[in-house]
């Protein structure tokens, strides 16, 4: 067995002496978002680094919705669910196509769309908000689910056609024209080369198209306003228009939010990490 060199074990060190700091760092607030949750009320903000009566009493009140911020607790959550769900299956959809079309089959003018598509990214999504507004108010879908999902793919997509047209383009060209040597059509190399060949790729970019409308509060708080039709991020804002904030409650619900997207990208973080095209071809 050999033993690492100084070199390789000064260099191990280094990571190590940067890596926990910063671990400590990014942990820190959600050991505090899980200490409020397991304290009472009155030990909420006692400063202690772990509560004297530890409980469970407000997950208790969150699952069971037994506070007025909280009646439509789970409607609120279920459309956070459908609309992030909903956003991630259209840009994938879209964003998948657009690539192929542009990297595999060299449509005419695709390049042109691709850079004007990454334009938008000049301006900040802030801005456009307002125009959004505008724009879902003009075509009726104020108040409804898909003004949040279209707003969504909207500013998902650029990011994703771009993303996923740079890994089309590491794929070997070799394998279309085999496909097509053996009577593929297009369709047929989308389906049967392309899709399986992509699926890190895929996995990572369905993952940021979720996780982005999971935790959208702008957009959500100026198109939706019914209470049950908002989503959770927005009804955690409600939290605060009150004098005496239930802060415990607050921070549960959060970290009960939070929860999914940790699940997701445990689910799928070997998809993420994984090669693009290992094996594809002989060498």
Not at 96 to 103: G, L, N, Y
Not at 119 to 134: D, E, G, Q, S
């Amino acid at each position: 067995m050999k033993l690492p060199t100084l070199r390789e074990t000064a260099t191990e060190a280094r990571l190590i002496l940067i890596g926990i700091p910063v671990l400590i760092w990014t942990m820190i607030p959600i050991y505090h978002m899980f200490l409020f949750a397991i304290s009472p009320k009155e030990d909420a903000f006692s400063g202690k680094l772990w509560p004297e009566h530890p409980t469970l009493h407000n997950f208790e009140i969150v699952f069971h919705q037994q506070h007025y911020f909280l009646r439509d607790f789970w409607v609120q959550f279920g459309n956070s669910a459908l609309i992030a769900a909903s956003a991630g299956a259209l840009t994938l959809m879209i964003a998948t196509a657009a690539a192929f079309s542009i990297s595999r089959l060299r449509v005419p003018g695709g390049r042109v769309v691709l850079n004007l598509a990454l334009f938008t990214y000049f301006i900040p999504a802030a801005f456009l908000a307002v125009p959004m507004y505008r724009t879902m108010g003009n075509y009726g879908l104020l108040n409804s689910h898909w003004s949040l999902i279209l707003a969504m793919v909207t500013i998902a997509c650029p990011y994703a056609i771009w993303v996923l047209k740079q890994a089309s383009d590491k794929l070997p060209v070799e394998l279309d024209e085999a496909a097509i040597m053996d009577g593929a059509t297009p369709l047929q190399i989308f389906r049967l080369v392309y899709l399986p060949l992509m699926m890190p790729s895929l996995v990572a970019i369905g993952t940021y198209a979720v996780l982005l409308a999971w935790n959208e509060y702008l957009y959500a708080f100026l198109l939706l306003s019914n209470d049950r039709d908002i989503t959770l991020p927005v009804a955690l804002g409600n939290f605060l228009s009150a004098d005496d904030s239930p802060w415990e409650l607050l921070m549960t619900t959060g970290f009960i939010y939070a929860l999914p997207p940790a699940a997701i990208y445990y689910a799928f973080r070997r998809y993420m990490v994984g090669g693009l095209t290992a094996g594809a071809v002989k060498s």
